[in-house]
């Protein structure tokens, strides 16, 4: 999980604007990225080769809100210029990253990103800046996650990838079926808010139903981008265990 954030000056925001051209001045844009890899090298070093390592990256759009906050996009706004250029540079960051993660003999990358939220509409070039940062991680496994809600998968269908994944039984959002004809593989099957409190029986309808929608090939079972913490420890065997998926 890429928990890393950028360090800017506090002028950056202290006030209700951002002011980006402080923050292209005076943000080491790599810094986040070389503190992951050093986690990930010790990860390597510590599990070997054995164990896939699969890196967390989020989109440049992603990096931006979760390092400056959902607010500043409205505050930016009449920036339009100096927002591009912050863009550009985490999208160079993070293509360079997903290089280095691939060279480092990681298994693939998860790529968050909000491209297919309705409510949340993309530019052109914001999604060019995905296809790219995924282009750099040509060679290894891409599972892209579809963040957000009412989405819109055909949005990204142009994306490269070798695995899809959304949270299912999320309101709007496509079921497997409906992906099935777009994705060799695709990643879902359960709801990551209902996952801690569901029965056993009805985990198990769930798992029936993603099979019956997806079928049973080129299929990797899984909740959303998160799991609660007070997930049972009895449940997360149970989905390791092959009788559960008989059917």
């Not at 998860?110 to 800046?129: C, G, I, N």
């Not at 994306?159 to 949270?167: A, I």
């Not at 209902?194 to 029965?199: A, I, R």
């Amino acid at each position: 999980m890429f928990d890393y954030r950028l360090t800017y000056p506090a002028a950056v925001d202290d006030t209700a604007t951002i002011d980006l051209q402080a923050m292209l001045a005076n943000t080491d844009w790599s810094a986040p990225f070389r503190l992951q890899r050093e986690l990930l090298r010790a990860l390597v070093d510590e599990i070997g080769a054995d164990v896939p390592i699969v890196e967390t990256v989020y989109s440049p759009w992603m990096y931006l809100l979760r390092h400056v906050g959902r607010g500043f996009a409205a505050c930016a706004s009449h920036q339009s210029h100096d927002l591009a250029e912050v863009l550009s540079r985490l999208t160079e960051e993070t293509r360079n990253h997903v290089r280095r993660v691939r060279e480092m003999g990681c298994f693939g990358i998860y790529f968050a990103t909000l491209a297919a939220d309705r409510s949340l509409p993309t530019s052109a070039a914001e999604r060019q800046h995905d296809v790219d940062v995924l282009e750099a991680g040509a060679g290894i496994v891409r599972m892209l996650h579809l963040h957000g809600r009412n989405l819109d998968a055909t949005a990204v269908n142009h994306y490269p990838r070798e695995v899809l994944h959304l949270e299912s039984g999320g309101p709007d959002h496509p079921t497997l079926a409906d992906l099935r004809a777009d994705s060799r593989c695709l990643m879902g099957g359960l709801s990551s808010s209902t996952l801690t409190t569901v029965s056993m029986s009805e985990m198990q309808r769930q798992l029936a139903d993603a099979i019956a929608g997806a079928g049973p090939e080129g299929l990797i079972i899984a909740p959303g981008c998160i799991v609660s913490p007070s997930l049972s420890a009895r449940k997360m065997k149970a989905l390791l265990d092959p009788a559960l998926l008989r059917v």
